[in-house]
């Protein structure tokens, strides 16, 4: 496919394009300019400024640096969410995972990626240094640290915890064991021993 | 993950369209369009406008409807090439893989689709008619069909040929068969079938 013999160089740099988006190989790519090619030109005229248009409006929040049409997240400037809790977590698509479970009302602080050597991401690529002022300057109660149970994770983790320690504020993390549904057997042995080591008293479990 | 809550109208009028593309869901529409918002400004507006461009700018060749830049297309307008041959596929893809054999050096017929009464494409719908009127009035030696081994190709086939029965041209069909490096153990048995009764003279091929 390399050396393929585009009839059309509009349809060679339509093609080239879409095959720089991750996942998407030139054989996929070629499909989906061939279906844009079938769309009305309105359609397609909508689908290039879309991406446009977002990449031009959008901002972050100033106070979480979530995703937003506005300079404070719709999060952020609710009053009927409560502000006292901060969930740390490492991009938006966490934030929309976390809501989905509508099981947390407090307020978040995307870092924007996790500690990695590896990758050239160190604590000053990370909104670490905001969360640090917000929770100096605010009324937090709880930062819930909600980063990924892999080593970068518990590195960033454990960074913000040093950060953290001599300011007076409960520091949690999200559970980690069984997943609901999952059967013991099938459930790998670091998982597991956690689950243990961690056990929750049963009565609190079913209150 | 439908009543997913976006934090940006903006973000979520992206991911809808990037969704609309045919083996896109919107896991991986939100995916590729958190990936474009890492992307530099100028990347972005380049990938939205080469795709509108496209669109905007693109031709079909006069002569044979492929995709082109040009009212004439290269392949048409290049005096190399054997303007006596006509190979008719369903679409520009089909052109690619047979340019890519680097075994073909006449010209091409686009048909635009194959007739399919169950998807309500019927021969009007396609360009037949300007096939028969290329036939008619060129110099053409010879029609090669190369559509799909379906019965909406078989059925596209036929039509052409009773169109073209009383026109002194040639036309034949590209060969089906056991594929090169194919196992005969594990071709099915209508392709065995029908490469055994098409057999070919041993010595032809070795030629």
């Known amino acids: 496919m390399l050396h393929e013999r585009f009839p059309s160089k509009l349809l060679e740099n ?9 996942g998407i190989g030139r054989k996929t790519a070629l499909r ?3 279906h844009l090619l079938r769309c009305e030109q309105g359609e397609v005229e909508e ?3 879309a991406i446009i248009q977002l990449k031009r409006e959008i901002k972050h929040c100033k106070v979480c640096h979530n995703i937003s049409d506005t300079e404070i997240c719709s999060i952020c400037a609710n009053p009927v969410r409560d ?3 901060i969930c740390v977590v490492e991009n938006i698509r966490d934030v929309m995972a976390i809501e989905n479970t509508h099981q947390y009302n407090g307020l978040y602080h995307v870092l924007g990626g996790i500690i990695s050597p590896m990758d050239g991401v ?7 240094d905001s969360l640090i002022e917000r929770v100096k300057t605010g009324d937090i109660v709880e930062v819930i640290l909600a980063l990924s149970t892999t080593m970068e994770g ?5 960074y913000i915890y040093k950060k953290l320690k001599n300011i ?6 999200i559970a980690r ?3 609901v549904g999952g059967e013991i057997e099938y459930t790998d042995e670091i998982t597991l021993g956690r689950s243990i080591v961690n056990r929750l008293n049963y009565f609190d479990t079913i209150k």
């Open 14 to 22: 339509a093609v080239e394009q879409f095959a720089r988006l991750p």
């Open 32 to 34: 989906l300019v061939l």
């Open 47 to 49: 689908f290039g400024n």
């Open 83 to 85: 502000h006292n809790f």
């Open 122 to 128: 160190g604590p000053n690529n990370l909104e670490i």
């Open 154 to 158: 518990d590195t960033t983790n454990f």
């Open 168 to 173: 007076d504020v409960k520091l949690t993390t």
């Open 177 to 179: 064991g069984v997943s």
